[in-house]
């Protein structure tokens, strides 16, 4: 065991379901190991700017359901600069704290591993964004609860398609990974997904729609990842449809920011509780620059910097195939 007796906590980049319960998981894990917590608002800014407020077991009371995070979250410019991280190790120490969990994406663990290289301080990574797309644990915090909103809009867009028999295409998030789309298009029923691991022409995708249409399929369903790049947008991809077959009646939605709120699904909830408990226990075992991962359903950990730099994609290829059979 080490001699670390207040653990400061953060979050950090794109706000995810599921930050609020892992926040309380680290503060009840600490507090049950008798350890102080310091909660830093707004991320690294707040590290900065010393805004910081003492947390006990009853300041995380009624926030498991909760999305988004209590604590806030922020993108901080001081922090990428040498002088930034400074003041924000000078105050951490001032306010007593010598452990860091932060719960954020890959951006905020870079950060996290710097801030360790630099003061050596111990730090440990919670993985939290609604795009799965870190190496090194199979589920991301707030990506469950984002799929299943996900799905949720799709049913309600299937009922309006089916009944004017129109073509939609539903833009979800995901800049470099496609797992929302894919998992959300075999999930929801898409005729059609596109996603940035697979490249396709609009010579293919015309190609394709007009196979289905051919099979009499009346209504289709395309979800379309952020980060595809079969056209500009979705909204390329309808104009250039639309020119070659206008009979067509095609309708956009781009899902946007509803897929980062909302309560958290259960599964993050527990999954949340679990790393938080891994988080704040594998400090206190005098580990340090990890990140606290799923997979096969075991709470594991990751160097952070193989988290960072991640590896091939996880992916999994045999879904792409999944939702071609699901789609015929
Ligand atoms: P998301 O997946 O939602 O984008 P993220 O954690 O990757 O989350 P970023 O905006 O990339 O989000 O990073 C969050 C914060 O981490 C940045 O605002 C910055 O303060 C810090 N950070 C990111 N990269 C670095 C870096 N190279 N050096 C120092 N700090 C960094």
């Known amino acids: 065991m080490t001699n670390i007796k ?3 906590v953060l979050t950090s ?3 995810a379901p599921g930050m609020n319960a892992a926040i309380r998981s680290v503060v009840r894990t600490s507090v049950y190991h ?3 917590v310091l909660g830093v608002y707004r991320g690294y800014q707040g590290m900065i700017e010393n805004d910081f407020t003492p947390l006990d077991a009853r300041s995380v009371r009624n926030l498991i359901n909760r999305g988004g995070t209590f604590l806030k979250s922020a993108r901080s410019k001081d922090f990428r600069t040498p002088e930034g991280r400074k003041k924000a190790y000078e105050n951490l120490v001032a306010a007593g704290a010598d452990a860091l969990v ?3 994406g890959d951006g905020s663990f870079t950060g996290a591993l710097l801030f360790n290289q630099e003061f050596g301080f111990p730090v440990m990574g919670i993985p939290g964004t609604i795009d799965n797309d870190i190496y090194g644990t199979t589920y991301t915090l707030g990506y469950d609860t984002a799929l299943n909103t996900v799905v949720e809009a799709i049913d309600k867009i299937r009922d309006t398609a089916s009944s004017h028999n129109r073509m939609f295409f539903i833009e979800v998030m995901g800049r470099d990974a496609g797992f929302l789309a894919l998992n959300s298009g075999i999930g929801g029923g898409a005729e059609k997904i596109l996603i940035p691991e697979q490249h396709s022409t609009l010579e293919e995708l015309v190609s394709e729609i007009e196979i289905n249409h ?3 399929k009346m209504s289709n369903i395309i979800v379309v990842a952020e980060g595809d790049t079969t056209g500009k947008n979705v909204f390329e ?3 250039y449809v639309e020119k070659q077959n206008p009979d067509y009646d095609i309708r956009v939605t781009v899902l946007g920011h509803i897929q980062r709120g909302g309560a958290p699904t259960c599964f993050d909830r527990v999954l ?5 408990v891994k988080a ?5 075992e005098g580990k340090s620059n990890y990140m606290v991962g799923i997979n096969n359903d075991k709470i594991d950990l990751t160097p952070l910097e193989k988290a960072i730099k991640g590896g091939e994609s996880k992916l999994d290829p045999d879904l792409i195939r999944i939702a071609e059979i699901m789609s015929i």
């Open 6 to 8: 207040k653990i400061a």
């Open 214 to 216: 051919n099979k009499g």
């Open 280 to 284: 704040v226990e594998s400090l206190l």
């Open 102 to 104: 932060v719960i954020g």
């Open 13 to 15: 980049g794109g706000d």
């Open 237 to 239: 991809l309808k104009k």
């Open 34 to 36: 008798n350890i102080e």
């Open 272 to 276: 949340a509780s679990r790393m938080g």
